[in-house]
């Protein structure tokens, strides 16, 4: 049964690669939902449905970036590291992603710096809909920027800008420029190696009190916001104490294809909002 699965999910991602060309993968699509999904780290029968086929996220795809820190502990291949993500859009002012992540050694301590440990590590720009190549003015501890990195470990513990994070849909929240939680999630194990998935549930209202959503909902068409998804892989290599082992990264490039820095919003995907249903709904296997 767990070859055919993984026959079924090559199948896929061979067709997807095939397509990469024809696809414009600096831009992600979100699609419109009549449900919401819960966040419970589970994928219900249908849940995910309205986001469409997932976006995969290998080396050798169109967009993808890693990076292999140690030396002596090499990337592995698909199964050491990789991911797929979906997503979908609700009015007036919610987003849901659902990343999907192959690992096959799970972290067993937090490595010194947090943002090396296995986590999903996801930007978004709440203050410039076109992005910006200062780094300094992505700096959300210093500076303007009031989204920034949303860290989500394989345990459900939070990295980047904490201070906007909760792991219940229902502490999302808008009071005053300073006073707002805008990203939830939840995190579920597989079951299958060190599989994990990560739920975001992502309200952009704060990006209306601010002026960079001009519209007092989210418009297909016309709401954009700079996105980009980089995934976190700590293989305990050395206690897994000094650094990662290696990261991947899901479009962080300018329009000739060269490479940004993480805070380097100007370089993200687009993330883009359409009121159309996707052209294909499939059960895709979870990793």
Not at 34 to 47: K, Y
Request: glycine fraction near 8%; include cysteine.
């Amino acid at each position: 049964m767990m070859k055919r699965i993984a026959w079924i999910w090559l199948i896929g991602a061979v067709l997807l690669a095939g397509n990469a060309g024809a696809q414009d993968r600096s831009k992600i699509v979100a699609y419109k939902t009549t449900q919401a999904p819960v966040l419970d780290g589970i994928i219900s029968p249908g849940e995910w449905d309205a986001a469409g086929p997932p976006i995969v996220v290998e080396m050798g795809l169109p967009g993808v970036q890693m990076n292999d820190y140690i030396a002596e502990d090499p990337y592995g291949g698909p199964e050491d590291l990789s991911f797929q993500f979906r997503v979908m859009w609700m009015p007036d002012w919610m987003v849901y992603f659902l990343i999907e992540v192959r690992d096959d050694i799970a972290m067993e301590s937090d490595p010194r710096n947090l943002w090396e440990r296995d986590q999903v590590e996801f930007f978004m720009d709440g203050n410039d809909p076109e992005g910006s190549s200062d780094a300094e003015s992505f700096h959300w501890w210093a500076g303007p920027e009031p989204y920034g990195k949303f860290g989500v470990s394989r345990y459900n513990t939070f990295e980047g800008n904490p201070a906007r994070m909760t792991d219940s849909v229902d502490n999302l929240m808008f009071d005053t420029e300073s006073n707002f939680i805008c990203c939830a999630s939840a995190v579920g194990d597989t079951g299958v190696n060190a599989n994990y998935i990560v739920e975001y549930a992502i309200s952009l209202e704060p990006m209306w009190f601010w002026g960079t959503i001009l519209e007092d909902t989210i418009t297909p068409g016309t709401t954009k916001v700079k996105t980009t998804i980089q995934l976190s892989d700590d293989d305990n290599f050395d206690d897994g104490v000094e650094e990662r082992s290696s990261d991947m990264v899901y479009w962080r490039q300018d329009a000739q294809g060269n490479p940004g820095t993480w805070d380097q919003s100007s370089h993200y995907a687009d993330l883009i909002f359409t009121d159309q249903p996707p052209t294909s709904i499939r059960n895709w296997p979870v990793y």
